[in-house]
């Protein structure tokens, strides 16, 4: 991988490309930005509060989880509109990882602000309703969805476990409880952001080990893509071929010295020639 863009992101996430769009967003979590860049070049947009993962709603709206809501933000104007509150009672989380799902539904997870044990949750967004669908998650990643609309992924990265969990084919609501598929303790290995292809494997982003590595649908290590940034935090398909993969990264934790010694840490990076993936589907509210 190379860099796509050297804005150093202090927590880099949630890159979602954009298919109507054809436009690459991503965060930095703990600055509290949304950045992008096209052929005009790089633009950010600073919130309130934390933002962190993103859907599509239209050519001009984006999804976006906050800390404490969803809502929809106008790309044009910079607008929102709260959709519905998550955890806004609740001082102590933030919200994290999260995806859209092949029905227009939006998964979403919480934790907390500064990784306190089992205090957050994951979520889905569908049809106007909120629901939680697993508690004591210290820090929820890795959600995307299989091609075939059967199955959900996600992670607690602490515990080094990718859950896949069977899904309803009519709805998107799980059918079922999720069940270990992927264990990397073995190989000391911390599963972040993940995003599937076309042909079901899935991408992984692994914090501190420098790379984004492919499993196919069995969970059998298939390769590895080395990413410039020792914090690889979340990959995206995009381009007009969805063959371009990205990966955010972050340099917090990683002090001064290092940082001026490897400005690489925390910038957005991209190969082309990888995948390819899927289109990420709309949300519809």
Request: charged share 20%; aromatic share 10%.
């Amino acid at each position: 991988m190379t860099p796509f863009d050297d804005r150093p992101c202090k927590l880099g996430e949630g890159p979602l490309w954009h298919p109507e769009r054809q436009q690459l967003f991503w965060f930095d979590i703990i600055t509290k930005r949304l950045l992008t860049r096209d052929e005009a070049g790089p633009a950010e947009w600073q919130f309130d509060e934390h933002v962190s993962a993103a859907g599509w709603i239209d050519a001009d709206r984006l999804f976006i989880a906050s800390a404490s809501g969803l809502l929809t933000f106008d790309i044009g104007t910079g607008a929102q509109t709260l959709v519905t509150l998550l955890e806004a009672d609740n001082p102590v989380t933030r919200s994290n990882d999260g995806r859209a799902d092949p029905w227009g539904g939006f998964w979403i997870g919480t934790m907390g602000v500064h990784a306190e044990l089992d205090a957050g949750a994951i979520y889905r967004y569908y049809r106007g309703e909120l629901r939680r669908l697993h508690t004591q998650i210290s820090i929820p990643n890795s959600i995307c969805f299989s091609p075939d609309r059967r199955f959900a992924y996600f992670s607690d990265t602490i515990t080094q476990i990718v859950q896949r969990q069977q899904l309803d084919p009519q709805n998107g609501w799980p059918t079922g409880a999720p069940a270990p598929w992927l264990d990397l303790r073995a190989e000391n290995l911390n599963p972040d952001g993940a995003v599937v292809d076309a042909e079901g494997g899935i991408w992984i982003a692994q914090w501190g080990a420098s790379r984004v590595a492919r499993y196919d649908n069995m969970g059998r290590f298939v390769q590895a893509v080395a990413v410039p940034g020792e914090q690889a935090s979340c990959p995206a398909f995009g381009g007009p071929d969805l063959t371009t993969l990205y990966c955010t990264s972050a340099y917090v934790g990683l002090g001064r010295e290092r940082r001026a010694a490897e400005a690489q840490h925390g910038m957005t990076f991209s190969v082309p020639g990888i995948g390819p993936g899927q289109a990420e589907p709309r949300v519809r509210l």
